[in-house]
């Protein structure tokens, strides 16, 4: 059985490209929620699906190296495959579950690297995290315009916006509502699981495309998917499915959304079931290309009002279509084009799970601190109160200087 690859067994079966952390941090853009297929199978080591085929990604302080494997359905074509809907259900509710560990075994054999003379597989890398947009001119005049943004920006450094499948980000974020990242991965792996076609197995876990859009519109989808615990979701997903095909061109369809005016790709993404104005805002900034779009959810809005002291929906219970667009306005007006990109680094600094990273500047501090005080023990105890003041200034100096970076 083939394993999951890490780049301790030696560079050979990886391909490489510049790029460094401050331009993108695998840990911090795969595990914030823009995308629900990826999962850590190593220490800094990140594997999922994407373009059909399954990748897995590590990076080093100024490479990102990428390994693709092998599938026996890599020449299929996406809405060419068509899947029943019952044919994965008796036992999947078991199937989906991931193996947290990752065995390394001297005798394993070598994992097979696919060929790419054309380099196709660094043409899909390069698009996906949109690696041609300097995310690091980007924080600069985002920290000029924004001292909120500026005192975080050197911790969580190279968060970008993916530019993912359309239909793919569409119907994960259908997922979202009333959720939270966790469940909502384990829906999503479900859903590939039981309706996506199959693309290999590393280390007792199976990995599936995304289904297509035929396999999400077949009338038995929405009860194969309230068996597998997505309640009035399944509904909305089968439906849209079957609207996009039925009223519209299909995949062509989204794709064609890139291209059009903002308002317009979010108002024909409002027409389908289950799809709000925060869910049309993911989709339009995760997948069709408007980067100052500022998805708005209680999450977000408790950001504003906290870290911004925006008066948007003051006095409101819940969020209005009218709420959103002013809390949206707000952040476009402080952020510009890229607002969209700059609201990410700020949902994905509110994280739970990242905040361990926010003691680092505490840390830093108290080592300033003790530097500064040994400095003055060394210069004698016995000396006046005024050598005290100094090192008391310097180090709330120090501090400051601290905060600010």
Not at 306 to 333: M, P, W
């Amino acid at each position: 059985m083939s394993q999951h690859a890490l780049l301790s067994a030696g560079t050979k079966a990886w391909r490489s490209l510049a790029c460094s952390r401050s331009e993108l941090r695998l840990d911090l853009t795969l595990g914030c929620g823009q995308s629900f297929r990826w999962r850590e199978t190593g220490d800094g080591h990140w594997t999922g699906v994407m373009g059909g085929r399954v990748w897995t990604l590590t990076q080093t302080d100024d490479t990102l190296w990428y390994h693709t494997y092998n599938s026996p359905n890599t020449t299929a074509e996406g809405d060419g495959r068509k899947r029943k809907a019952g044919a994965l259900l008796q036992g999947s509710k078991g199937s989906w579950k991931r193996s947290k560990g990752v065995k390394e075994q001297e005798d394993e054999e070598p994992v097979a690297v696919t060929p790419d003379p054309d380099r196709k597989e660094e043409d899909l890398l390069n698009d996906y995290f949109q690696l041609k947009v300097k995310l690091g001119d980007l924080y600069s005049e985002w920290g000029e315009a924004d001292p909120h943004f500026k005192s975080i920006a050197n911790i969580f450094t190279g968060v970008r916006m993916l530019r993912q499948d359309p239909a793919e980000c569409l119907f994960s974020f259908i997922c979202t509502s009333n959720n939270h990242i966790s469940r909502i991965q384990g829906m999503v792996e479900r859903l590939c699981q039981s309706l996506g076609t199959p693309l290999c197995q590393l280390d007792q876990t199976s990995y599936h495309d995304f289904p297509s859009l035929h396999a999400l519109a077949d009338n038995s989808v929405e009860a194969c998917l309230r068996d597998l615990g997505f309640g009035y979701r399944a509904r909305f997903l089968q439906q849209s499915a079957r609207q996009i095909l039925d009223s519209h061109s299909g995949h062509q369809w989204l794709q064609g959304l890139r291209s059009a005016p903002y308002l317009q790709a979010r108002d024909a993404l409002r027409t389908l079931p289950g799809v709000g104005p925060k869910v049309a805002d993911c989709v339009c900034l995760m997948s069709l290309d408007k980067a100052c779009v500022v998805p708005v959810d209680t999450h977000v809005w408790q950001i504003a009002k906290r870290d911004y002291s925006c008066a948007a929906g003051n006095g409101q219970k819940s969020l209005t279509d009218k709420v959103h667009r002013e809390i949206g306005d707000f952040f476009r007006h402080l952020w510009g084009p890229y607002a969209g990109w700059a609201h990410s680094v700020l949902f994905c600094a509110d994280l739970k799970k990242f905040q361990k990273l926010k003691e680092t500047p505490s840390l830093k501090q108290e080592e300033e601190e003790k530097k500064v005080k040994i400095k003055v023990e060394g210069e004698g105890m016995g000396r006046n109160k005024k050598i005290r003041k100094t090192c008391d200034r310097k180090v709330k100096k120090s501090v400051k200087e601290e905060e600010v970076e």
